[in-house]
């Protein structure tokens, strides 16, 4: 059977591993209080080009997620998100189980549009009942989006300038980072994000690494009292140097963009295959995450051979489905699925 | 100036204040457990002809959403609403606080369709990845709701029909439910949504009282230990008898009905007055609330001798409003504001 | 029956319930933006001495502090209190419920100590793992205490200028402050407060109002965004009118201070009596709550010509008993009382 | 310089690490729902003597006691513990975050006493304001405890008992269980643990894991959507097998258990060269965490050769300190340590 069902299938990169089994048996601190951590910190400010700042290292997704959320907001502010949203879709509710409404806009293929953020925020404070509101309090946008899409450099900016303007903080969920820096048409690089955002986070978990999100807030004013907070979310590692470890060795050599490129690659040429074999996309993605709509006896024939995710709801006719690819991608694997398509 | 901003304008309707003035210096025990507030639970069961069931006296329409609806959900639950619901739009986040999220569903003229719930759950449950979602716990409408609008009983039942096949509670906000009951067209009774909804609100806030609105619970089983949670949520009134009179006043000699047919009748002169000097209604609302589109000129104009709610931003050359009506409003003043259109 | 169970046993003081009559159709705007509550917040901010700051009005005391508290915390903080503090034992976790810790200190008398507060933020800071601990955010104590005794003036310097020290927050809750106020040996104004505390309320529902609550800020840069945060925690009254005639009609006339003699007189006069007669006072309180030690059978003796109550757990063979007067407690009712001993 | 702050300074067993390498390319699904993640609970419900119930793989053991909480308790009640719990102390006040109390009662080194906890439940449904207090839902105990004492079977057996009389669950923390059940004086097993208390944890970060504790559900109908509660809590690992597979191999052939003595081996030798050098034990504690009362002279001397960790703050002329052994000690750093002293 092949597996196309997401990008966490397999371990770690073999060099991270390796570097867990050099590393096993030395004593360090805990909490991230180590000196892996602070290399890993070190190089992943280098390579954002920060000079001021700072970068904390979690394990998972949605605890970054409401973890940094909650540190943003006051207790009267809502996070402004596209309906499809991680946040407001697949994380259990555990962004209002800290308190916090989200408020939703429309999603274009998964992305919000800069015009649409910069209307909501100045007809909020229009309506004479704002105080009766939820205040939009920042901004969350996924790079690259739930639906495998990308901001570009200009909408970035657009993003970016209009949070500016209303000043509040532009945060970027970047659990696929690593695939969004590497698609073949990306024009924003990690330094754009370290300059437009007030705080991302580096995906670990998908792309390389066994598990872990290193969080980075450009600005020394931004979440303070961040540490007792990770604490209260349950989002602190005892052992924080395995994530030290990790993001070391995905900033060293170019790996964290090399493993990106890889899935990219693994798409690219699974996305040629449905197109030249006359599938219609269900989204034309650039990343490692390729949306496709099956007729229905194509889907049937094609769940014998590989495990991938049916988008939504099955059809009556035909069906959206996803297929991902990621750092471990096997080649092999990618031309037995088209071999079978 | 001539005032139709609202349902709460005025303080209460006499009869009450002379109970709280003959009452005054009478000493009861606090928090509700007295003998006029036994007496006012007694007087709402028997109008909602309920044998079984409780019903609790809380203070306001904010707090009431927000502590009925934490002692509904379970954690992972959130509630399923209206994009235009007071709870998704101007309680400031109050459901979020206590940890649920709001499932929004498209409002048609404010209300919910049974057929789009019944479609939201059994989707819902139908997507593999249901359990990272949050679950439909419960289902939240206004009657009237904030568009003035009213479910008949067809709908009603159709609703209800829909809670009670997923077993998820249909709750009801009725801060406006005396208005909705004393609609010339309506067809739901007190005893219809006793029937139909688990738990529903008796709002007094806008209909006569100072303050106070009464939560019924129409079956034994549910809200259990409700009592530390309206505490835990601030809102158990000390003097828990104020409740208790106002109620008991209300559901007396069926002032509550009356006073809310007074409100409609004044809503219905001024409905009829728009339309027959044609001004295009915004929705066309059985009830205290009128929404009616003007030209700016005569927007302006009006703003100069009455008072009234701009219904979301003023448009380029018209724009919405809202007219209120309530127990209190004088027909002398429906008559001058006619005689201003 | 006589009835000292509590001070919350009547209505209001007839002159509040006749300004109530005599506004009672006038027609206000809502939510607190009337004339009658600016009056009283002008005259309330008079009273306290203050020049910058501002008042909100809320019902309850619950709701105020938990309201209050949430604003004033960070997430990883947590409020310092005695014991035996009401936001500790007898709000049902309402301080809890908006996700903060109430941290405790030993109560001595139901106060805290200055010194004991100070030791604690010290210590605090000087344990190595404080960054895994929730932080003293701020303090809490009540003035008159659950246990009905007093801050001297020199108590309340001290504590203040900890606080100040240790840049934390100070907050009185003055449900009784009234009462505190009144005593005969009380060396504290409300002045101090305003100058000593950084938030406080003064307490209506206990001193003469049906309910009611202002909260005192008395610097500007304190509780930025105070109005969403009322109204998120269910405490924003529609009809804010009524808060605001209610404290009007109190801090006219130095209604309020009388109201808090009154009481005082009548709790010494049976504190006199009690003594007298041999009983043992539990604790010596100069407010109108007074607690004394009964002898079983004298306790099942008076509870035939009186309601009070029962300080924790009836004793094998005596038992601690508190009896409260109020504003509104009748003389006649207190000799009936004392000739019953 | 040897180091005993703590007993999570080390990676993993190497069996662990080798299972990761040997597994590491190998496709699973997510979230725990792959064949080791499987196995792993087979195992450890066998271990447990379970034929109901069921095992949750999370993280950390702050997120894991926070979820379990939050699922165990009611809104309106809160969770017994020591004074000296963790979740009261070192958890940043996870529990309130997630909106819970913890009630506090006496620290007999460490532990609660079963009559103190049967007296608080008792008395607490005696007063007659206990629903305007939190109400105890459950009881949290850690085994061994924070500061490395045990409960005995007896001691277990009338906790559990106290419990299941007033229908409260019991909780139990095993963050250091493997060590517990190791201790040379242990007469509780797994199996005694299993049938004593509602819930436990097994925990793996400290006993031999990189990361990793088993949450055990002893009974079908506690707990229920648990799942969406741990990916609400951020507590659900996206790579689960990796825990699955630290279990499993932690739960072949005895290999938890062999950690957990090696540990108390080495902690007992250490103790014995500290009683026979004559210093004070702070606690006399039978597992892994050993707590010594240093004159500062040594204090300040040993911290030249070791690093461990002082036990609140330093004293005017001793402090209590902590060493601590684990799995991975080394023999020949507590013999250097010994020859230190």
């Not at 739930?146 to 000043?167: I, M, P």
């Not at 300059?195 to 670990?204: H, Q, S």
């Not at 295959?273 to 889907?299: H, M, W």
Request: include cysteine.
């Amino acid at each position: 059977m092949l597996h196309f069902d997401c990008d966490y299938m397999e371990g770690a990169h073999p060099d991270i591993l390796r570097r867990l089994v050099e590393t096993n048996l030395e004593q360090t601190v805990g909490y991230g209080n180590d000196a892996y951590c602070r290399r890993a910190k070190e190089l992943i400010k280098q390579a954002c080009g920060l000079t001021e700042g700072c970068v904390h290292l979690l394990v998972g997704g949605t605890q970054t997620n409401a973890t940094v959320i909650d540190g943003l907001l006051a207790r009267h502010e809502g996070v402004l998100a596209a309906e499809t949203a991680h946040i407001n879709v697949h994380e259990s509710g555990a962004i209002e189980a800290s308190g916090h409404k989200v408020l939703t806009l429309p999603a274009h293929e998964g992305k919000l549009r800069a015009e649409e953020v910069d209307r909501y925020v100045t007809d909020f404070y229009r309506d004479e009942t704002y105080e009766h509101m939820v205040a939009p309090g920042m901004v969350y946008i996924s790079q690259s989006t739930e639906y495998g899409t990308l901001y570009s450099l200009a909408e970035l900016e657009r993003l970016s300038a209009v949070c500016r303007k209303h000043r509040i903080p532009l945060y970027v969920d970047g659990a696929r980072l690593g695939y969004a820096l590497a698609a073949e048409t990306a024009d924003v690089t990690l330094q754009d994000v370290a300059r437009l955002a007030d705080v991302f986070y580096i995906g670990g978990t998908k792309v390389g690494a066994l598990f872990g999100e290193a969080v980075v807030v450009t600005r020394d004013d931004l979440l303070p009292h961040f540490f007792p907070l990770i604490k209260q979310h349950g989002a602190l590692l005892a052992k924080g140097r395995l994530l030290g470890i990790q993001f070391e060795t995905l900033f060293t050599d170019g790996l964290y963009l090399r493993l990106g490129r890889h899935a990219i690659a693994m798409a690219m040429k699974l996305k040629r295959a449905f197109v030249s074999k006359g599938y219609r996309l269900f989204i034309d993605s650039p990343t490692n995450q390729q949306f496709v709509v099956l007729p229905n006896e194509d889907l049937d024939r094609l769940m014998q051979v590989a495990t991938f995710e049916i988008w939504g709801i099955r059809g009556e006719r035909e069906t959206p489905v996803r297929f991902v690819t990621s750092w471990a991608t096997r080649e092999a694997d990618v031309d037995a699925l088209i071999a079978a398509l």
